[in-house]
């Protein structure tokens, strides 16, 4: 049976972290793949427990950093060769040496750009809107006290009646469905 229309999922609270990684990873092991793990700290793991892959910021940096350095050293380039050269002294006009410096610092410049926004990008900020904030018990206890997993409605194996019955089996303190 489709999920009804404006569910987002059904969201189980528990009181121990213990409880959330034990429902978290038989969930995962039943075939379920859109959920997700909330806590008011770091839970690594909730993050393995639901099949957390590695993240790719680091390669975004190295992108970044690459482009950056490649930026500036082909723009020192053109202005020494190309459209501004200046014969002083006899040097060459292409004096690669001189240009490691600011290519070096455009590096470290795009890097930390690119880590910064793609990091943003990758997590979907800024969100200022989740369907979780119309939960009433994960609005107030989420970042306190208490620890969340959420079943998405998207799940193939979502059924309104038989995902609460699920959730239910591993005696939560509530099970609540999260409208849209």
Known sequence: MPPREGTYGLLAE????GDLIRAAR????????RLDCYSPYPLEEAAEAIGFHRNKVPLLTLIGAMIGGAAMF???TWISVLAFP?????RPTYSWPAFLVPAY???ILWAGLSAA????ALNGLPALYHPLFN???FRGRASMDKFFLCLEALDPKFD????KAYLEGFQPASVTEVEY
């Open 14 to 17: 528990f009181d121990t972290p």
């Open 26 to 33: 038989k969930a995962r092991q039943d075939g379920w793949r």
């Open 74 to 76: 082909s723009l020192e």
């Open 86 to 90: 200046l014969n002083i002294g006899g």
């Open 105 to 107: 610092e455009w590096t």
């Open 117 to 120: 926004y793609g990091m943003l």
């Open 135 to 137: 939960a009433p018990n």
């Open 160 to 163: 309104l009646q038989a995902t």
